[in-house]
T-cell receptor, first 108, second 114 residues
Framework: AQRVTQPEKLLSVFKGAPVELKCNYS??????LFWYVQYSRQRLQLLLR??SRESIKGFTADLNKGETSFHLKKPFAQEEDSAMYYC??????????FGSGTQLTVLP | EAGVAQSPRYKIIEKRQSVAFWCNPI?????LYWYQQILGQGPKLLIQ????????DSQLPKDRFSAERLKGVDSTLKIQPAKLEDSAVYLC????????????FGPGTRLTVL
């Protein structure tokens, strides 16, 4: 069975501070990991995926297979980063399993 | 580019009533998904279609939920009869095919069962 755990339901940081949203997963094979984001009054949308190894809006995430983690990081948070963030994975069945989400608030 | 469309956006019904949701995916997307998102949780997959065939419906409560995608484009999800615990946001998503992992989500339908 595949499982995604986001231990923080709420996270608040000040503008300009570093931010890290935690994600741990459980999967016996080789998963593909994603971060989805939902801004206020907008649709759920893909932020980044681990296979792309790219930085989107200043966010990066590294897959750590030893720790089964895929934490999302940004060195300097901006107010417009305030949103709900979901970590998700797919396995061989190619179906997304989502974590319960972390609400990030960036304070001015 | 038009995104995934869903209707209605909100629905309030009483328990034991029936309800149906509609989804129109992005043009050309072969794979369509229905998710249930209960308050405070992440989306949970209910059913996945590839064109007009069901790929996975293992998490669909088949005693009360049904879904179809007859012509391989639009899809409907029905609940009959509804229970209080069905109160949730129902999300539709589509992707180019089952190999592509980028799913595009609709705005969702918020269902309240009283």
């Amino acid at each position: 069975a595949q499982r995604v755990t986001q231990p923080e339901k709420l996270l608040s940081v000040f503008k300009g501070a570093p931010v890290e949203l935690k994600c741990n997963y459980s999967y016996s094979g080789s998963p593909e990991l994603f971060w989805y984001v939902q801004y206020s009054r907008q649709r759920l949308q893909l932020l980044l995926r681990h296979i792309s190894r790219e930085s989107i809006k200043g966010f990066t995430a590294d897959l750590n297979k030893g720790e089964t983690s895929f934490h999302l990081k940004k060195p300097f948070a901006q107010e417009e980063d305030s949103a709900m963030y979901y970590c998700a994975l797919t396995g061989s069945a190619r179906q997304l399993t989502f974590g319960s989400g972390t609400q990030l608030t960036v304070l001015p | 580019e038009a995104g995934v469309a869903q209707s209605p956006r909100y629905k309030i019904i009483e328990k034991r009533q029936s309800v149906a949701f509609w989804c129109n995916p992005i043009s050309g997307h072969a794979t369509l998904y229905w998710y249930q998102q209960i308050l405070g949780q992440g989306p949970k997959l209910l059913i996945q279609f590839q064109n007009n065939g069901v790929v996975d419906d293992s998490q669909l409560p088949k005693d009360r939920f049904s879904a179809e995608r007859l012509k391989g484009v639009d899809s409907t999800l029905k609940i009959q009869p509804a229970k209080l615990e069905d109160s949730a946001v129902y999300l539709c998503a589509s992707s180019l095919n089952s190999v592509s992992n980028e799913q595009f989500f609709g705005p969702g339908t918020r269902l309240t069962v009283l």
